[in-house]
């Protein structure tokens, strides 16, 4: 019988090292990457390249991305678990994931779910309670193999199945990477990715941001506004509104393109930033914002006086700054 696994795959050592680890069972890996503005976002519009890399690199059968932005907002806005360290919601986060997995397994014809997690490896959701609890929140306890740690953990349904050999798989716990690189190197691995995790929701200088503005907009956040929380220069300005500023010619573009009918200023006849007001909360903040625009452009932050575009829903006007 030919069987598939389906790889909850972050990029990471770990879920790499699990899907190899199995396919050397002849078992066929489709590696499935789950992305939002905070994880993920470089494949945002790049399926078919993401598809190539995993089967090139890894020699997995395919390579699936899935957004999962609209479902992971509403859940970032009140976690059940609650955060960790920063505005990172892991618990939920993974639950989320596992659940939105299963119901694509009899869509892809996979047999069981695979992750990369390492009993006791992170705090928040690697330890051997909270795995069992998010097998049993999500749903998977009979379709879940953690490759890594299985010998760490009871016998899964899917290894009591036959679907995997037991003694194949691995003992793997805690902090340390030794086993891990080990491994790596057996399997001929041609780079070796860092361990980081790779949410900015855990970056000690982006989750203030993130959390300041979930709670500015009581939680409802579009997936265009968390993409602009993630790069250019913000600024929650004295009235309540929200500016955010490109720091260069791509975030300017970038800016722009994802605002749609806010408020943008920009210099005239100066080459400058971008400005737009994520939250405008009347006019009182816009003399301030337009302040900032001049302060971040070098060849206007020195003159006395200079005029700023402010573009709402087609319509222009001048400002002085």
């Not at 020699?59 to 509403?74: H, P, R, W, Y």
């Not at 299985?150 to 691995?170: F, W």
Request: aromatic share 6%; glycine share 10%.
């Amino acid at each position: 019988m030919k069987r598939r696994a389906l790889l909850l795959f972050s990029e990471g050592l770990d879920s790499i090292l699990a899907g190899k680890i199995l396919q050397e069972q002849g078992i066929e890996i489709i590696a499935l990457r789950f992305i939002t503005p905070f994880f993920g976002w470089q494949w945002k519009g790049k399926e078919e390249a993401f598809d190539r890399y995993v089967q090139e690199e890894f020699g997995f059968e395919k390579g699936l991305i899935v957004d999962l932005s609209a479902e992971f907002l509403k859940m970032l806005a009140q976690p059940k678990h609650g955060y960790g360290s920063g505005f990172n919601p892991c618990v939920d986060c993974k639950i989320l994931m596992l659940k939105k997995a299963k119901e694509l397994m009899p869509v892809l014809g996979a047999h069981f779910l695979v992750t990369g997690e390492v009993v006791g490896q992170r705090p928040m959701s690697q330890q051997r309670n909270t795995l069992r609890h998010i097998e049993k929140e999500a749903g998977v306890e009979d379709v879940l193999l953690r490759p890594l740690s299985a010998k760490k953990l009871k016998p899964s349904r899917v290894e009591e199945m036959g679907l995997v050999d037991r003694e194949r798989l691995l003992d793997i716990s805690g902090r340390g990477r030794k086993k891990q690189l080990a491994l790596a190197q057996a399997l001929g691995l041609k780079k070796i990715p860092s361990p980081a995790g790779g949410c900015l929701l855990t970056d000690p200088a982006l989750a203030p941001r993130f959390e300041r503005f979930f709670a500015l907009k009581g939680g409802e956040v579009t997936p265009k506004e968390a993409e602009i929380l993630t790069f250019g220069r913000h600024f929650e300005l004295p009235g309540g509104s929200w500016l955010v500023i490109g720091r260069n010619q791509a975030e300017n573009a970038r800016l722009q393109a994802l605002v749609g009918d806010r408020t943008i200023l920009k210099l005239s006849q100066i080459p400058g930033p971008t400005g737009a007001l994520l939250i405008e909360k009347g006019e009182q903040d816009l003399q301030e914002a337009a302040s900032l625009i001049k302060r971040y452009a070098p060849k206007a932050r020195n003159l006395e006086k200079v005029a700023i575009r402010v573009i709402r829903k087609g319509k222009e006007e001048i400002i002085w700054a």
